[in-house]
T-cell receptor
């Protein structure tokens, strides 16, 4: 079964350092997403990406964050200068085009746990 | 008002019983509704999607949607210990591709 692959599974970094989280979406999917989940809290939307540009972003996705699709397979999330409150699990997701009966369904990767010290 | 609200639980049911999970949403224009299951430390895993009013059944799971009441529910019949997890309600608003998640309901099935 096709899956979304994320690396690294866990990253520990010092406050103020740059972090890049990587994702390989399902190959025929067209929409890509980043979500985050702070421990014990809900899954929060960060950004969606379609046709090589950001299609939507939340208020969490400020200037410290950026996304990129550097080649035909990878989708990355960069945090320029990490803060303690960026510690969370970051999930990448992808989806195809919706069917006539309903919306496109998101498939999530296993997540990248970011710990900022 | 929160986008998506769920009864936070925790909910405990004995093995073999029916577990009932509820969700309400604020955007009346929302079109698509999803239930995800999340085991501790793992990613959300899709259980059911529902787009039309009424019931949708898949094995032991039944999703119910009432757009007039802005209400979605998930019933799990013959609950098993392996169903113990947090269940996330997710809603796709009109003119958006992303999902808004509720805080989740933690379900424990007691053997």
């Amino acid at each position: 079964e096709p899956e979304v692959t994320q690396t690294p599974s866990h990253q520990v970094t010092q406050m103020g350092q740059e972090v890049i989280l990587r994702c390989v979406p399902i190959s025929n999917h067209l929409y890509f997403y980043w979500y985050r989940q702070i421990l014990g809290q809900k899954v929060e939307f960060l950004v969606s990406f379609y046709n090589n540009e950001i299609s939507e972003k939340s208020e969490i996705f400020d200037d410290q964050f950026s996304v990129e699709r550097p080649d035909g397979s990878n989708f990355t999330l960069k945090i320029r200068s990490t803060k303690l409150e960026d510690s969370a699990m970051y999930f990448c997701a992808s989806s195809g085009i919706g069917t006539p009966s309903g919306a496109n369904v998101l498939t999530f990767g296993a997540g990248s746990r970011l710990t900022v010290l | 008002q929160k986008e998506v609200e769920q009864n936070s639980g925790p909910l405990s049911v004995p093995e073999g019983a029916i577990a009932s999970l509820n969700c309400t949403y604020s955007d009346r224009g929302s079109q698509s509704f999803f239930w995800y299951r999340q085991y501790s430390g793992k990613s959300p895993e899709l259980i059911m999607s529902i787009y039309s009013n009424g019931d949708k059944e898949d094995g032991r799971f039944t999703a119910q949607l009432n757009k007039a009441s802005q209400y979605v529910s998930l019933l799990i019949r013959d609950s098993q210990p392996s169903d113990s997890a947090t269940y996330l309600c997710a809603v796709k608003r009109a003119k958006a591709n992303n999902l808004f998640f509720g805080t989740g309901t933690r379900l424990t099935v007691i053997p």
